[in-house]
């Protein structure tokens, strides 16, 4: 373990770009993880992934008139994301053009115009290709000291704009009728994601930061139902998706940006399979649960209607019924006999007086629901049982209770059964 | 003096009138009900006291002024559908918004803020939810919390948009009990509303509209069969034939 360490994390350390690209990953991991969790709210990836080609052309613009002054750059690329936005919002109110589209033709457009300039600078370099997919291994200091700068502005505008953009993201129709300038802080979010697309170009590039942005987001919002979780926690898991892409992308050559979205892929995948609220993992064992709980319940009545038959024909007769395999049926009845429902002596289940109760609650939920289904008239005769079947173990005891009351207490369900009562 | 004062207001959806030439004048004090059958414009009213929609001609003031100016006096309930229930906040926070409006622009929730926030959702017997995400809650529920953040916001008026649309009996009764609690302390409450068994007894005045405003004034001697059926007429009023052509 300690040779891994040794081999897999500081050796790389000792080389300054590598400890350039590691802070790097941390300034884009924090504005893009905490930007892109807006960006995810607003529903406005698309938006996120056209500033991401749109900010090219003033990137060149830039560079043309200054050479390779990040400053300048800078400027030209929030400056191009904030004209990007302003026309696609232009072009959907002013048209019959829906958003998505005008999306569409303004970063495309913007993106082309982009490449066109680079193709016209002459006797210069600028790469191109980095632009596109990134080289966070060839992070410079002065990149690095923009970065730091966006992302302090980044978090200080989010700190300070919380209300602002909680209000703005849930109920845009509040925050009008308070009187906050909705659309003002809209442009505001739109500057802000500029400069972080700008702090992601460098690990990511172009065609991948929308990832940058909304992946870490999503994972987070998968895992916590709470805002002020989800920040950090985006935050968290963007940097550590940046650090291990940066990781991978050294020792196995991958390109940079591609090791740092899989990496975050990935953990969107886990928390999608095991998150705790939402999971598909915890979503299937629920399920199963339910159905075993209403397996249960009807061994219950079984073993009631059955009492006093010998254990093997017990036990083939509820087979039967339930359509259990043995195996499964034995471990039902074990583990109703250790929660004291049913005890076994003389060669026989029986229920113990709390399994009695629980029987009686069972079927009195399943005769007062076909009296009540068969006077409102909204099931049929011969639908009754068996949707009082699946009812009989959903409902909950309080509504039973009402149920009970509504109907007046009654003595027989439609078939002539008696109800029984709970004693009191 | 009057609360709301209306002076023929127009307000159209492309190019169609919603709204026609309604004038109205809404004293202090009164719980008014909004009905109308379905497309009438109750919302679009609503909407257009609130300064939400452009008007194509037409004057509103609230206390003699424009409504940008009273703000923080006014507070509006929404229809419930247009959430997102799915976002990432408890009722706690949800109330809270409303207190964003006296809240410096930067600044963060004050004690006093904290406790109109706590005595909301008191009131609406929600403090037990207050932890809870807002899709984790029945739609009563919902809708008391939307009020918990009105009555936050400690306004003199309160609009409504169908408060009562999918709500358990309990929500109900306990929605119609606060408006006559802030109406006693002086504030008018406004509401669109659907079910017209529930006007007489409830409310105090009724505006009946069907792009024009066919009548206002109490309960009692505008909630009439006449008028309701005028209101509510199956008949295409000029006014919509003309629209067609437009």
């Not at chain 1, 985006?234 to 650090?243: D, M, N, R, Y």
């Not at chain 2, 406790?115 to 929600?126: P, S, W």
Request: aromatic share 8%.
């Amino acid at each position: 373990m300690t040779e891994f360490i040794k081999y897999f994390l500081l050796e790389p350390l000792q080389y300054e770009f590598i400890q350039r690209a590691l802070l790097a990953s941390v300034a884009v991991g924090i504005s893009c993880g905490l930007i892109g969790v807006y960006i995810m709210l607003r529903r406005m990836s698309l938006i996120g992934d056209a500033l991401a080609h749109a900010v090219l052309p003033g990137i060149v613009i830039g560079f043309m008139v200054a050479g390779k002054s990040e400053l300048v750059m800078f400027t030209g690329a929030v400056v191009s994301g904030i004209i990007t936005s302003v026309l696609i919002g232009f072009l959907s109110r002013n048209s019959i053009i829906k958003e998505d589209t005008s999306i569409g033709i303004i970063f495309t457009g913007a993106f082309a115009l982009g490449i066109l300039l680079i193709s016209q600078l002459k006797g210069v370099h600028l790469d191109l290709s980095s632009y596109l997919f990134g080289d966070i291994l060839g992070v410079s200091t002065g990149d690095l000291i923009l970065s730091f700068t966006i992302t302090l502005v980044i978090i200080i505008c989010v700190i300070l704009f919380y209300k602002q953009l909680l209000i703005t993201s849930f109920d845009p129709t509040l925050a009008i009728t308070i009187g906050i300038p909705v659309s003002v802080i809209h442009y505001g979010l739109m500057t802000l994601l500029s400069m972080s697309i700008v702090a992601g170009l460098q690990s990511v590039g172009v065609v991948l930061l929308v990832a940058m942005l909304i992946t870490p987001a999503a994972t987070a919002y998968l895992l916590t139902h709470s805002l002020k979780k989800i920040l950090p926690l985006s935050v968290l898991i963007a940097v550590v998706a940046s650090i291990s892409g940066l990781f991978l992308s050294y020792h196995f050559n991958f390109s940079s940006g591609a090791s740092i979205v899989l990496t975050a892929v990935m953990f969107f995948t886990v928390a999608f399979i095991f998150s705790p609220k939402e999971g598909l993992l915890i979503k299937y064992l629920r399920k199963k649960k339910t159905a075993r709980t209403a397996i249960s319940e009807d061994v219950i009545k079984l073993i009631m209607r059955y009492k006093g038959l010998q254990l093997d024909e017990q036990v083939s007769k509820l087979s039967s019924e339930t359509g259990l395999h043995l195996r499964n049926l034995k471990s039902i009845l074990n583990s109703l006999e250790s929660k004291g429902f049913l005890y076994s002596d003389n060669n026989s289940y029986s229920l113990t007086n709390q399994g009695l109760a629980e029987a009686r609650r069972l079927v009195r939920t399943h005769r007062l629901w076909e009296t009540y289904a068969s006077k409102e008239k909204f099931l049929s005769d011969d639908e009754l049982h068996s949707d009082a079947e699946k009812i009989e173990h959903l409902l909950p005891d309080e509504l039973v209770d009402e149920l009970d009351r509504e109907l007046g207490y009654p003595e027989k369900d439609p078939h002539g059964s008696e109800i029984p009562r709970t004693e009191s | 003096m009057n609360v709301i004062s209306i002076k023929n207001l127009t307000i159209s959806y492309h190019r169609k009138p919603a709204i026609r030439g309604i004038s109205l004048e809404i004293e202090k004090g009164s719980i008014i009900a909004i009905i109308g059958p379905n497309g009438a414009g109750k919302s679009t009213l609503l909407k257009g006291i609130l300064g939400l929609l452009p008007f194509d001609s037409g004057e509103v003031k609230i206390f003699g002024e424009d409504v940008d100016k009273v703000r923080k006096k006014i507070s509006y309930i929404p229809q419930r559908e247009q959430f997102d229930w799915d976002f990432p906040i408890n009722v706690y926070e949800l109330v809270m918004m409303g207190r964003y409006a006296h809240i410096p622009f930067i600044g963060f929730p004050r004690r006093k803020d904290k406790q109109v926030v706590i005595n909301c959702l008191e009131k609406l017997e929600i403090e037990r939810c207050a932890t809870r995400q807002i899709r984790n809650l029945s739609g009563g529920q919902q809708q008391r919390a939307f009020i918990a953040r009105a009555l936050a916001q400690e306004s003199d008026i309160y609009f409504m948009d169908e408060p009562f649309v999918g709500v358990d009996a309990k929500t109900e009764k306990s929605i119609f009990s606060l408006m006559n609690e802030l109406k006693s302390e002086g504030k008018t409450i406004m509401v669109v509303h659907h079910d017209l068994s529930k006007i007489k007894g409830y409310y105090d005045k009724v505006i009946m509209i069907n792009q024009t405003l066919i009548a206002y004034g109490n309960t009692n001697d505008v909630f009439t069969p006449e008028l309701i059926n005028k209101t509510y007429g199956g008949r295409l009023t000029i006014l919509q034939k003309t629209e067609e052509l437009i």
